[in-house]
């Protein structure tokens, strides 16, 4: 992977470009492998969505909304890569790297939330 983005927005949008380009090798294995790839996808595009919708947001709610889904998505990313990993089906440097960056998307994503749940 790439030197990390320090924006959140570049950052979750890196990533999801790393899990769509993970789930297309995933895809070519028969199997399980599929359906583990397909639930990493949608979980792994849909932090940077989020993200991005919270960017026009209507309210503070509304951006915070948006902010705890895109959590609740890198988390389940997060139980995705493991899964792969410890399951033995995809486990190497790549999908590590990539858990762990969806770790610290996560403690990024809930400072985010805590600093905007304290300005209200």
């Known amino acids: 992977m790439k030197d990390k983005p320090r924006d959140i927005r570049e950052r979750t949008f890196q990533f999801a470009v790393d899990v769509v380009r993970l789930c297309e090798v995933l895809a070519l294995k028969p199997g399980v492998i599929r359906t583990l ?7 792994g595009t849909s932090i940077g969505a989020m993200v991005e919708e919270a960017q026009a947001a209507q309210s503070r709610a509304d ?3 948006k902010y705890n ?3 609740k ?3 389940e990313s997060i139980y995705w890569l ?4 410890v399951s033995g089906i ?3 440097e790549q999908s590590e790297a990539l858990r762990a960056e969806a770790e610290q998307i996560a403690r990024i994503i809930g400072s985010i939330i805590v600093s905007t749940k304290t300005q209200s």
């Not at 493991?82 to 990993?85: D, F, G, Q, S, T």
């Open 63 to 65: 951006f915070n909304n």
């Open 69 to 71: 889904i895109a959590l």
């Open 73 to 75: 998505e890198a988390r």
């Open 82 to 85: 493991r899964l792969l990993n």
């Open 37 to 43: 790839a397909r639930q990493l996808l949608r979980a």
């Open 90 to 92: 995809h486990a190497d």
